[in-house]
């Protein structure tokens, strides 16, 4: 089976302007999950979508958003981009809704940067 | 909040010898998971541990989980080159998301 993939691998915004990143997970998992990776927070949850509803949410702002299509891929998408928001987003996927019990099989990130 | 605390930051070792990295957490948890991340890569699922007092071993990896359900950790003997990268802790506290540790950074000298 292939992994998960995510596009674009690299993405370069300037500040005020909103990104659309997409994650395809692995074929049959039903759950995707957004993370936000910086050096200095390390990974943090942003939030967790099963058959098209987001089941949880991290402590990120309304400027950080997403959904799930019938197809099990993702978008998350960032509005008003700021300095801080430059990091490695990684999408994961699990089989099923029980994402915390599953391993997650990740992505290999996007990596955006904000100037 | 619910916090969990991994240490330590960094481990520098020469080839050969063991290393640990500890996850420890003021309250219960439900499972712990460990991933493992290789310089410019993404993290990798190693393991998962939901019994109190399991313990777990794959090849050189020994895994831990606490009696108390509130620490875990990850002992490699004898690292090798390979070994190289950031090892995190994921805990579940029963609320249905992964909270991940700030990750060990492993070096490995020649």
């Known amino acids: 089976k292939a992994g998960v993939t995510q596009t674009p691998r690299y993405l370069i915004k300037t500040r005020g302007q909103q990104v659309t990143l997409s994650c395809s997970p692995i074929?049959?998992?039903?759950?995707v999950s957004w993370y936000q990776q910086t050096p200095g927070q390390g990974l943090q949850f942003l939030f967790e979508y099963f058959s098209e509803t987001q089941r949880n949410k991290g402590n990120f702002p309304g400027r950080f958003s997403g959904r799930q299509f019938s197809n099990s891929r993702s978008e998350m998408n960032v509005s008003t981009l700021e300095l801080g928001d430059s990091a490695l987003y990684l999408c994961?996927?699990?089989?099923?809704?029980?994402?915390?019990?599953?391993?997650?099989?990740f992505g290999p990130g996007t990596r955006l940067l904000v100037l | 909040g619910q916090q969990v605390m991994q240490i330590p930051q960094y481990q520098h070792v020469q080839e050969g010898e063991d290393f640990t990295t500890y996850c420890n957490s003021s309250t219960t948890l439900s499972n712990i998971q460990w991933y493992k991340q290789r310089p410019g890569g993404h993290p990798v699922f190693l393991i998962q541990?939901?019994?109190?007092?399991e313990v777990k071993k794959q090849k050189r990896l020994t895994f831990q989980f606490g009696e108390a359900k509130k620490n875990s950790s990850l002992h490699i003997t004898a690292t090798q080159t390979t070994d190289v990268g950031t090892y995190f802790c994921a805990v579940n506290f029963g609320n249905e998301k992964l909270t991940f540790g700030t990750g060990t950074r492993l070096t490995i000298i020649p």
């Open positions: 541990l939901v019994k109190s007092g």
């Open positions: 074929s049959g998992h039903r759950s």
């Open positions: 994961a996927s699990t089989p099923g809704a029980a994402q915390v019990k599953e391993t997650q099989y």
